[in-house]
């Protein structure tokens, strides 16, 4: 079954320092996402992309935070000045349709942590 | 507003016990999901079921949704040892709007089954 990866599985940064987040969703999916869970907290959503542009995204994606798709298999979360409170684990998500009752395939994520 | 909140936080069964899990949310959904986590591990999608289904069985779960009171349970029969998981709800809002698919989780209930 086809799954979706993420890379790194852990990414230790010092703060201030520039981080990218690399995910490769399920090839015929056309939405993508990115969610966060900070330790013993829950999931939040980040940010919704669709045909090459931002759809939706949270309070939580500032100009910290963008993304990007480089060449229509990756798909990037960057975040350009780290803080200690962006230390979560990153989670990819790809979607056949984006909402339309169609369920989202997430990848294990990425534990960013920030020192 | 918070959606999605899941009670118990934890439960502790024995295995062939069956597992009950509810949640709550506060908004107008297109669907909501039951999603599962093992331990540092990603996301994995369970059940999909939309606003006007009120019940909706696969395997061993079965999911009901009450659209009036806003909530909804997932039941896991005869249950396994390796059923033992983080089980998350969450929800795609938005009712009759434009969705892109932006998921709201709840906080989740940690499920062990001894075996």
């Known amino acids: 079954e086809p799954e979706v990866t993420q890379t790194p599985s852990h990414q230790v940064t010092q703060m201030g320092q520039e981080v990218i987040l690399r995910c490769v969703p399920i090839?015929?999916?056309?939405?993508f996402y990115w969610y966060r869970q900070i330790l013993g907290q829950k999931v939040e959503f980040l940010v919704s992309?669709?045909?090459?542009?931002?759809?939706?995204k949270s309070e939580i994606f500032d100009d910290q935070f963008s993304v990007e798709r480089p060449d229509g298999s990756n798909f990037t979360l960057k975040i350009r000045s780290t803080k200690l409170e962006d230390s979560a684990m990153y989670f990819c998500?790809?979607?056949?349709?984006?909402?339309?009752?169609?369920?989202?395939?997430f990848g294990d994520g990425t534990r960013l942590s920030i020192l | 507003s918070q959606q999605g909140e899941e009670d118990p936080q934890a439960l502790s069964i024995q295995e062939g016990e069956n597992a009950t899990m509810n949640c709550s949310y506060k908004?107008?959904?297109?669907?909501l999901q039951w999603y599962r986590q093992n331990s540092g591990r990603g996301l994995v999608h369970l059940i999909l079921?939309?606003?006007?289904?009120r019940e909706k069985h696969s395997g061993r779960l079965r999911v009901t949704l009450d659209t009036s009171k806003k909530s909804s349970s997932l039941l896991i029969t005869a249950s396994r040892a390796a059923d033992t998981a983080s089980y998350f709800c969450?929800?795609?809002?938005?009712?009759?709007?434009?969705?892109?698919?932006?998921?709201?989780f709840g906080q989740g209930t940690i499920l062990t089954v001894h075996p």
């Open positions: 998500a790809s979607g056949p349709t984006g909402g339309n009752n169609q369920p989202q395939h």
């Open positions: 090839s015929n999916h056309l939405y």
């Open positions: 992309f669709y045909n090459n542009e931002i759809s939706e």
């Open positions: 908004t107008s959904i297109n669907n």
């Open positions: 079921i939309r606003s006007n289904e």
């Open positions: 969450a929800t795609d809002g938005n009712a009759g709007g434009t969705s892109y698919g932006k998921l709201t």
